[in-house]
């Protein structure tokens, strides 16, 4: 069986095209590391919520146990924050405070479109994590492939030996490109 | 450690405009190998846009040729690289099967329009390509047929062709890892209906509007236009949620109050429609993805078969109109379109059948011919008969012709005893008949007869007994269902099969058949007609050979002498032909063979059988014919065994070498048919050798023929096996005689291959096996222990024979019981007393008939006995042991030595003197004295003198005693005795003389 590392995805919905890109950037990771018998599993919360909600009245404990069995947890916000997004982040950081170290949690804002307004529950998440409330450092991006550069640089201690190269306007792990910055 | 894990290439190429799919299916296979990387399989996307960025240190040409799956995505642009790359993956296609192309054109939104390039190409791909194109409206129609592919591809080992980490050959299915999916590839997906409804459909499955695969949802249908258009199902679905808050009211108010019948009666009623319906749904789910399995399937193997409805059809479901999909495959025009096949093809059925008519017709003609050619005289003729035939059976096989020219050519073969190219003819013939028998003609019934029986008798004599059964079984069976009313067929259909049995070691059944054969026959067939005469003559000749087999050798005989009077009878007849005069031969022969079997191995009433025969085989096989040549051999052969079990040496060489030179050139016409004889022609010639101490020449030629055997013995060991036996039992005897050493592991390996053997043949190599068990046990440097468990085992498998009334072991019973005595003699006196004992009271009986084979072992048994009786005292035993072996000798008068006689009177003399009756003792030392005399035997008459001086001291006849003093000191001055011993006698002299005087 390949070695797997599992990343939870978790993000609202306004973020679909998002967690789209990454799935295929992971597909072109995962194409790099295939041969070398490794693979990085993303947990999204729409892939695993179909399964999991045939689970009656355990809907939301299920997605934290997914949460908790991951060797690495990535948020993406942008407007909203819904509930049980909250609930996951959580799961999280409970996790990574019983352990001390796991899941290794990496969060990222998208800038909003000008125009766009926060909801009050993303708001207050700021908030508490400004106030030191939430150990839960963040970031901003406008083009997901900052994201995905910097998981590159954070998968390495979970096997990712492929040292990325960039030719030209593409960064390779090995013969495979996964992110074209053209 | 990591599993091995097959890495299938996925081919993608799109156009720009599409990269929002682009990037959806990339996330899609991420998904996708989730799943299938836990079972061994890691789908590898490669992208390539034809009008956009591509990684330029790829090389895409080369991608697309290794790829296992392409899929083209296309919007409303193509281009020149892009049909580029597709002509080459379609060239790839057609040449090796891979890759599988998917083709899906997107839907255009109101006001786009494909460009003109586009345009061109799309109508090429249907129009000259024939390849299939589809249609979507969502990326998702995408994703459902490649799921279908990969699901399919899983079970496919010859589809996708993923290369291996580290450049190893896949070692696993991909097929048996999916749960509910048969491991044959290709399987049409309406077979799967026979699977219970609701079971997955190679693994996938629908839930809710999930698809499954392995049970996890991998893709959602909600926005599939062909799942939509499904509308039994979602008829199905709407009626069964509407029936839901009726049925959870009608729970809660049964539950409220279970004395509410008719709340009971509602709630039932409901519960029945709600199963029916989930089952219903479970159905129609099943047959959606087996119907786009289907589809995906057909349209990418085999789209060049599809008709423009089929087309047209399935873009039609894939944008969710099944309705318009069912108009277009109008059924009447369908119908029509299909009749004009079906006529087209009438009308070149019949041409075809025509042809082949004329072919039958020139067929025939070529048999016809060659049945002419062959009532003319000379060797051109029978040439030209014979190539003529050969081609119109090749014609005839080739394009199924008929079976009479294969028939006509397997009759001429086997003629010529070429049997093997016989067996191929008749089988041709056979596979060409068989169909025609089911209500045949009597002439169909005949030549199928005549094929079948031909075909077991080939089988029979090329050693493959299997065969000629199904032959025999196939006869019989077709004659009780579509000719009860032939009794004779019948007859001679359940003698072969007898005889296939015979061989095949099957006794009971075997007798079965023979015995029905022989009760269809009459009883008193003088009225009859000549053929049925002939027919109960095999009849009683396959049963002799069966009881032969079955050691019932007075049975055997019987059956034997029965057929040899009708044989008489048949030869005599008027419409007697001169192979009544073979058949009478080969009987006679048959006869003498029982007979010396009967005799247990005593060869005197066979060998007369033999003598009175051969000069009737010599006459018929003046000719070239085979079988007249092979009667001949064979009787050679086997009056040659019984002259060497007469220890006529010399006739039996003379006879063997003709036989042996007979069977050298039958060999090499037929080697399977005569190979088994001619070995044992070869055995017998070199047993011949050895009797006159030719040893060499014995040997060189056994080796020869071991050769020769062994790759038959090892193809047909229960066939073949028992003549290869003979030759490394015969080497043995020869090496053993001439006083080799080292034979112990030639012993070892001899009698482990008889050991073998004896599971084939039990009755046939029997007799080798002791005598080869006996050999083994008397190997000078066979430890103690093997010996005695050899010849322990020896002792048991001829006492088991003998007892089952088979003679010819009662020799080598005695021989090892006579061994086995001589083992047990130090150790356990009784039990070797009992041996020697049993193997004297048998070896006497033989001996008496056969004194130079058997006087030897006897000999050896009674000084066993005698041995034993003197360590004990019992001077008794010695004299009555001895005693009657003197009168054994005197009865036969040969086979035995002279010195055994002196030997034997000397014990008598011994013994009588011990038993104090001196007179007797007197008596027999005065014949001993004579005895040795004649033969100049001085060490044994001066011991008689010894005992004559002694024996009249003992009587008192002093001055006699003297007087055989003096004559013992002349006989040892006569030997030149030692001092001691002359010393001695002077002293006896001396003393006799003083007691004569006093």
């Known amino acids: ?182 | 450690m990591a599993q091995e894990q097959t890495i299938v290439t996925v081919f993608l190429g799109t156009s720009a405009e599409l990269e929002d799919d682009r990037v959806l299916m990339g996330d899609f296979f991420g998904e996708l190998n989730q799943l299938t990387a836990d079972r061994g399989a890691y789908f590898r996307l490669v992208r390539w846009r034809w009008d956009g960025r591509n990684d330029p240190l790829r090389d895409y040409d080369a991608l697309v040729r290794e790829s296992a799956l392409c899929v083209f995505l296309f919007f409303t642009t193509g281009g020149p690289e892009m049909e580029r790359r597709f002509g080459m993956a379609l060239e790839a296609f057609r040449s090796h099967g891979a890759p599988q192309i998917v083709t899906w054109f997107r839907s255009l939104p109101d006001g786009r329009a494909l460009t003109a390039e586009l345009e061109a190409f799309r109508t090429r791909l249907d129009q000259q390509l024939h390849h299939f194109y589809n249609t979507y409206e969502t990326i998702d129609s995408v994703k459902l047929g490649l799921l279908l592919q990969v699901a399919r591809s899983m079970d496919l080992r010859s589809g996708w062709q993923g290369e291996k980490d580290h450049g190893q050959a896949p070692s696993w299915s991909l097929g048996t890892m999916l749960p509910g999916m048969p491991a044959a590839g290709g399987l049409p997906l309406g077979a799967a209906t026979s699977q219970p409804a609701g079971s997955d459909v190679m693994g996938l499955q629908i839930k809710g509007d999930e698809v499954c695969l392995w049970g996890t949802p991998v893709m959602s249908l909600s926005s599939v236009p062909a799942y939509a258009g499904w509308q039994r199902l979602h008829a199905e679905r709407a009626e069964l949620d509407a029936l839901e808050p009726t049925y959870q009211r009608l729970r809660a108010r049964t539950l409220e109050d279970p004395g509410d019948q008719a709340a009971r009666d509602a709630l039932l009623g409901i519960s029945l429609r709600r199963e029916e319906l989930g089952k219903s749904i479970d159905l129609a789910q099943r047959r959606f993805l087996e119907f786009m399995a289907d589809m995906s399937r057909r349209t990418v193997q085999g789209a060049g078969e599809l008709t423009e409805r089929q087309r047209q059809a399935y873009r039609l479901v894939n944008r969710g109109m099944v309705e318009e999909a069912i108009a277009i495959l109008d059924a009447e025009e369908i119908r029509r379109d299909r009749d004009r096949a079906e006529r087209d093809l009438m009308a070149l059925e019949a041409s075809r059948e025509a042809a082949l008519a004329r072919l039958r017709s020139h067929v025939s003609e070529q048999v016809q011919l060659a049945e002419l050619l062959e009532s003319r005289p000379g060797e051109k003729n029978a040439e030209r008969a014979e190539a003529l035939l050969r081609d119109a059976a090749d014609c005839e096989r080739a394009h199924a012709l008929g079976y009479r020219a294969q028939m006509r050519l397997a009759g001429l073969l086997v003629d010529e005893m070429r049997l093997t190219e016989a067996r191929t003819c008749l089988l041709g013939a056979l596979s060409q008949i068989e169909p025609m028998t089911h209500g045949c003609s009597d002439e169909v019934a005949s030549d199928f007869g005549s094929i079948v029986g031909q075909l077991l008798e080939v089988c029979l004599s090329l050693g493959d007994a299997e065969t000629a059964r199904r032959a025999g079984e196939s006869r019989v069976s077709f004659l009780r269902e579509e000719r009860p009313d032939w009794d004779l067929a019948l007859a001679a259909a359940l003698r072969g099969l007898g005889r296939a049995l015979t061989r095949l070691g099957e006794y009971a059944p075997a007798r079965r058949s023979l015995t029905e054969a022989l009760e269809i026959l009459p009883e008193k067939t003088s009225t009859y007609h000549t053929s049925v005469l002939r027919e109960k003559a095999t009849a009683l000749e396959s049963l002799a050979e069966l009881l032969v087999r079955e050691g019932s050798f007075e049975g055997a005989e019987h059956a034997q002498v029965n057929a040899l009077s009708l044989r008489l009878a048949a030869a005599r007849r008027k419409d007697a032909d001169d192979e009544d005069q073979v058949r009478l031969a080969w009987s006679m022969t048959a006869y003498g063979t029982v007979l010396f079997l009967a005799d247990g191995g005593s060869p005197r009433r066979a060998l007369k059988a033999y003598e009175a025969n051969v000069g009737r085989c010599r006459a018929l096989a003046k000719g070239r014919d085979p079988d007249r040549l092979s009667l001949l051999a064979y009787t050679l052969l086997q009056m040659s065994q019984a002259r060497v079990t007469a220890d006529l040496a010399d006739s039996a060489l003379e006879a063997a070498n003709e036989s042996l030179n007979i069977y050298q050139g039958l060999y090499g016409l037929e080697p399977r048919a005569f190979v088994g004889n001619y070995v044992n022609a070869i055995c017998v010639v070199s047993a011949t050798l050895a009797m006159g101490d030719r040893f060499d020449e014995a040997e060189s030629l056994l080796q020869e023929g071991s050769g020769l055997v062994a790759p038959f013995a090892e193809e047909r060991p229960e066939t073949y096996g028992l003549f290869r036996l003979l030759c490394d039992y015969a080497l043995l005897e020869v090496r053993s005689i001439r006083g080799d050493e080292g034979l112990l592991e030639a012993a070892r390996a001899a009698a482990g291959e008889a050991e073998r053997l004896m599971g084939y043949l039990p009755t046939a190599v029997e007799y080798l096996y002791v005598s080869l068990l006996t050999e083994l046990a008397d190997a000078e440097d066979c430890p103690e222990q093997e010996a005695v468990d050899a010849l322990a085992r020896a002792e048991r498998v001829a006492r088991g024979a003998v007892q089952a009334g088979r003679d010819t072991l009662r020799g080598p019973l005695a021989e090892a019981l006579c061994e086995l005595g001589r083992a047990h003699a130090e150790g356990d006196p009784r039990q070797a007393a009992s041996e020697f004992a049993e193997a004297r009271d048998l070896l006497e009986g033989l001996a008496a008939d056969s004194p130079d084979l058997y006087m030897g072992i006897l000999a050896s048994c009674v000084d066993g006995l005698v041995r034993l009786a003197k360590n004990e005292g019992a001077w008794d035993e010695v004299l009555r042991v001895r005693t009657e072996e003197l009168r054994l000798f005197e009865r036969v008068g040969l086979g035995f030595e002279a010195w055994w006689v002196t030997e034997a009177l000397w014990d008598v003399g011994e013994a009588q003197m011990e038993l104090d009756r001196l007179a007797e003792a007197t008596a027999t030392f005065i014949d001993l004295e004579e005895r040795c005399r004649e033969e100049g035997d001085g060490e044994v008459l001066l011991a008689c003198w010894e005992n004559l001086g002694l024996l009249c001291g003992l009587q008192g006849l002093w001055r006699e005693a003297a007087t055989a003093y003096e004559v013992a000191l002349d006989v040892a001055a006569d030997v030149g005795a030692d001092d001691g011993t002359t010393d001695e006698l002077r002293a006896e002299l001396a003393r006799a003389r003083a007691s004569a005087e006093g």
Not at chain 1, 34 to 51: C, K, M, Q, T, Y
Not at chain 1, 60 to 66: D, W
Not at chain 1, 108 to 120: D, T, V
């Open chain 1, 1 to 182: 069986m390949p070695h797997v590392t599992s990343i939870f995805l978790g993000s609202s919905e306004e973020l679909a095209a998002d967690r789209r890109a990454l799935g295929d950037f992971m597909g072109g990771v995962n194409d790099a590391y295939a041969p070398r018998g490794r693979r990085f599993s993303l947990v999204e919360w729409e892939r695993e919520s179909i399964a999991v909600a045939r689970q009656e009245g355990g809907k939301q404990a299920e997605y934290n146990e997914l949460v908790r069995a991951c060797d690495l947890c990535l948020f993406l916000f942008r407007t909203r924050c819904g509930e049980y997004t909250m609930q996951e982040v959580e799961a999280a950081l409970a996790e990574r405070a019983r352990t001390g170290a796991r899941p290794e949690v990496v969060t990222w804002m998208r800038r909003p479109r000008p125009g766009e307004k926060i909801s009050p529950e993303l708001r207050d998440l700021r908030a508490r994590i400004d106030a030191g409330e939430l150990d839960l450092p963040y970031r901003t991006y406008d083009d997901l492939r900052v994201v995905e550069l910097d998981l590159l640089a954070r998968l390495r201690p979970y096997g990712a030996d492929l040292e990325p190269r960039r030719v030209g306007d593409f960064v390779y792990l090995g013969d495979e490109p996964v992110i074209d910055l053209g």
